[in-house]
């Protein structure tokens, strides 16, 4: 029986709120279930069984059903090795499970398939199951009924597989009949296409083709690695689950997203070149976090209440739950409300599939705990923690009788009796109806199509007809569609545009004309796809007048609507102009039309369409322009044409000649200057701008600005030259500038002579403020020239306390990497006694070089005595001392010990534990490392998941031994990581925080203090910055855990590679 969670009485909130770091809590109100050591959740009111035991199916992976309810399973070798050694051994297979007490529950095993290769899909169609196993997709028939295949053919071949084969996915129906499948990784592929320029591609893809194989096409195009989910809903929209949407951040990674015909999606690199852009990448329908999405479907039937139908259910492998989404109509796209549905506490639980069955529940697919296939979150392989099957269903949930129709005879019913099925509120009936009326073909048109003109037949049945009449291959099919575009009810115009825009039905175009014109944004962006498909010309002025009635909304940098639903619109009408490609009519447009917003439409689309006579002339004007889209727009086209850069250079040229530049001018034209920067002229211009004595100073602020923006890869000579010489400049600002230019730009590793001369010259002008002169010096390379005894005495005079902490940390790291004399090393350490502790360390590197007993015994003798010496760590002495003679070694074991008091005490202690750490077990580390006790994760990550206020564990068994790891579990304290080093902030008003250094700008500090919390700190509330010495990691773990569990904790970090 489950149990039920009740809700929290109100003492009890704090608690929940400060446990919530490290705990995780079912839902109010959910029922839990016990599992071979698992709890699993699902919402009150539903229960979840095992229906698939490990016994009966060990690791499955995706499942499809066949008309008699039997079902296919990918099942997995529990092979984690990469795709080669995969593809040579092929140790995986497809199982065909049967109830044989017809009671769901799955107690026969059949081996379909062997020998097969990673398997990444599994649809059961027309009496053989598809397997997308890279780099192939396999049609597997059973041929003489004995449930095993004899038959094998390759159905699909993309020839590419790369090492974590994630080059295929699927196949899965599509409502019209056409099979849908992804292309991930970035392996190169050609599809031949008759009739056609063959499509090349490197990018990741939804692709879809006739079950024959035939009219191959890409749907949509995504930077993302591995597409995996597909599904779509009733009236025909599409939706695609992903990993790597995005570069990790702010907790965002994987997206679910509305997959729009001819879209460009996330992430952006290198592979997106060459695919049309209607501006921005499209946007995200729903982040999913390091979810690692797998099985994705759309609840289609009513028994688990009326509300779930045309819900989303994806699989959260990473996660370990399945999420129900719930669309909410945005305009022309869609939101989505998130529901957990089903949620494990195991970490080994890992859905990969969801499906509905004949009666109306979810089957979720587990596949155990073997994969780790370029999946550093899945943290260990683990082949002998096995899957299972299990079954959702609501409480009290009754199966409608015969639920796979097995009792009909399909093939006797007359052609209106067929139809008649499409109404069953069996979801199988309905399937099967619809298959068998695709086979009837044109005999059943007649009927579908008065079915889809009444009225009084369910608007279900009216859709499905749509969808039936979409598989069939006839004029007359092609008309009773049509007739449904003028259909008052909006789902089936919506599922008829579709099947309209999949067969390219000209005679469509006055429907679809006056449709992309409607109030409806969610229809117009349909028939907009549909017109750009038709190919025809006649589409063109009535896309750009739909395109000019679009409210004005908020844009991005490239003026792209910055609101989804917007974009979302924007792009179906740009991507049909771009499909329509007439140059002769949109350059007309552009050139001519007094409407802005058309203009802009047929820039964007001239701007994607391949020789299509668009001109610098036609967009150079607009960045001048008072409308933020048209400007914005304007300014995104040039960034992508560096071929331009000399027939732009003049309108530049022109804007950075004016005596005086607008606020909005100075913040603009470096973002539209930099993207170009690539092109000689308008390198150019830009060190022309910086030798021009008459340009004012911001226009030479400016083009430093852009030279820092253009992050080019190899800085070009005349802009250092010129960067150079403005160092001697008597205004200060543009001195400053330049410095700060310099240093930001990509240097050669040996700069000319004449920057190294201008930045020691500059170092050296006792004229200059100390901050330039420093900022200068800082920029020299390491070695470069000697440090005469005023520019030394310069340097240690801003090692004062009094200085600022920007001052004081210039000269200090201008100082540890000069190449100063014996005597100017000396001179230095004395010096050392009265240096602060933040300044401190930075100095040591300048010891580092000619390491004399003379020069180590003064070092040590000032840090001894310095005022600073707290700031020191043995981590960083340790190995500054061991480059000096043995007798100065042997007096800095002092310094050392004082630095930690208590060394020789927990030196002993490791030791000791050391030895009481035996047999530790990975798997078990692995739980505590995830367990509440330990809360490891809730500050550290390995893979994609876990805390971010401490170091990356992912590899960290690679990088440390064994005493290593056990003194940073233990002594945290003890040493710390770069960029993880804990500092202590005092402030004017006597408060202090302490935590991880997270921002250190000249207007703020902000440090990590929790994994949850930070704290901002302006820079002018500081007293004192300094580092700390107590690690924010508390200390005493081994107090916490069993002896047992600190040697499992430690056998896991150590196998972590």
Known sequence: MPTLARPLPAVALLTAVLLAATATFPPLGAAQFKFRGQTLTVPDGFEIELVAPPTVVPRPISASFDEQGRLYVTDSAGMSDKADKQLAAKPHRVLRLESTKGDGRFDRTTVFADRM??????????????????????????????????????????????????????????????????????????YERPGQQPFVTRASHIFRARP?????????????????????????????????????????????????????????????????????????????????????????????????????????????????????????????????????????????????????????????????????????AKPDVLGGIYRVRRTGMTAPADPRGLGLSLGRLKSADLIALLADERLVVQKQALNEIRKRGVSTVVSLRETVASPAAPASTRVQSIWALARINSPEARAAVRSALADTNTTIRHAATHAVSLWRDLAAYESLEKMVSGADASLARVAAEALGRLGDKRAVPVLLAAFGRLPESPVSATGSPTDSAARVLQHSLLYALIELADREQLLAHARTSTNPQIKRGALIALDQITDSGL??????????????????????????????????????????????????????????????????????????TLRDAQATRDTRLLAMRTMAAAALKDTPAPWLTELARLLGNADETLARSAVATLRTVSNPKQPGAEVVAALAAAGRNAALPADIRLDALATLPAGAGEIDAALFDFLRANLAGTQTLTIRSAAATTLAKAKLTADQQLELAAALQTIGPLELPKLLPAFERAPT??????????????????????????????????????????????????????????????????????????????????????????????????????????????????????????SFVRSYEPFVVLTKGGEEFSGVLRKDAPEEVILATGPETEQRIARKDIAELRPGSVSIMPQGLDQVLTRQELADLLAFLKAAK
Request: charged share 20%.
């Open 117 to 190: 290769m990673f398997p990444e899909g599994c649809l059961y169609y027309e009496g053989s199951v598809y397997v997308a196993a890279p780099p192939q997709i396999w049609k597997l028939t059973d041929t003489d009924g004995d449930g095993v295949a004899d038959k094998r053919e390759v159905w699909f071949d993309g020839k590419t597989l790369t090492g974590c084969a994630n080059d295929l996915h699927g196949p899965y129906l599509g409502p019209d009949g056409w099979f849908y499948w992804c292309k991930g990784a970035f392996a190169q592929q050609t």
């Open 212 to 380: 024959d194989g035939t009219g191959i096409e890409p749907v949509l195009t995504g930077g993302m690695d591995n597409p995996v989910g597909f599904t779509y809903t009733a009236d025909g929209e599409r939706f695609l689950s992903c990993t790597f949407f995005q570069n990790p951040a702010g907790g965002k990674r994987d997206g679910l997203i509305h997959a729009i015909y001819g879209g460009v999606y996330g992430k952006d690199h290198d592979v997106l070149r060459d695919h049309p852009r209607t501006g921005d990448l499209m946007p995200v329908m729903t982040h999913m976090s390091a979810a690692a999405p797998c099985g994705l479907t759309t609840y289609r039937s009513r028994g688990l209440g009326l509300d779930f139908y045309d819900n989303l259910f994806a699989c959260y492998f990473n996660l370990h739950k399945v999420v129900r989404h719930i669309l909410v109509p945005d305009g022309a796209t869609f939101k989505t409300k998130d529901l957990d549905f089903v949620t494990s506490d195991s970490h080994d639980f890992h859905p990969t599939d969801v499906l509905e069955d004949a009666d109306g529940s979810l089957l979720i697919v587990d596949t155990g705990g073997w994969y780790k296939i370029c999946c550093p979150t899945s943290q260990l």
């Open 615 to 688: 001109k610098p002339e036609d967009v150079v004007p607009h960045l001048a322009s008072t409308a933020p889209a048209m400007k914005q727009t304007a300014a995104w086209i040039i960034s992508h044409r560096p071929d331009w850069g000399a027939d732009v250079a003049g309108y530049f040229r022109e804007r950075l000649g004016a005596k005086t530049l607008s606020p909005a001018e100075q913040s603009e034209l470096p973002g539209q200057l930099a993207p170009l920067a690539k092109h000689a002229a308008i390198q150019d211009l830009l060190a022309a």
């Open 853 to 974: 007993e003379a020069l180590g015994r003064k070092l040590l003798a000032s840090l001894k005595g310095s005022t600073g010496w707290r700031g020191l760590r043995t981590d960083l002495l340790k190995p500054l001392l061991a480059k000096y003679p043995p007798p100065v070694q042997t007096l800095g074991d002092e310094l050392l010990k004082l630095l930690n008091a208590d060394a020789a005490k927990e030196a002993a202690h490791l030791t000791d534990l050391l030895g009481q750490l035996k047999d530790g077990d990975i798997r078990r580390g692995m739980a505590v490392f995830n367990s509440a006790k330990s809360a490891c994760a809730t500050c550290h990550a390995i893979g994609y998941l876990g805390g971010r206020l401490g170091p990356d564990l992912t590899r960290i068994g690679g990088a440390r031994n064994e005493r290593d790891l056990l003194e940073a579990i233990v002594y945290p304290s003890a």
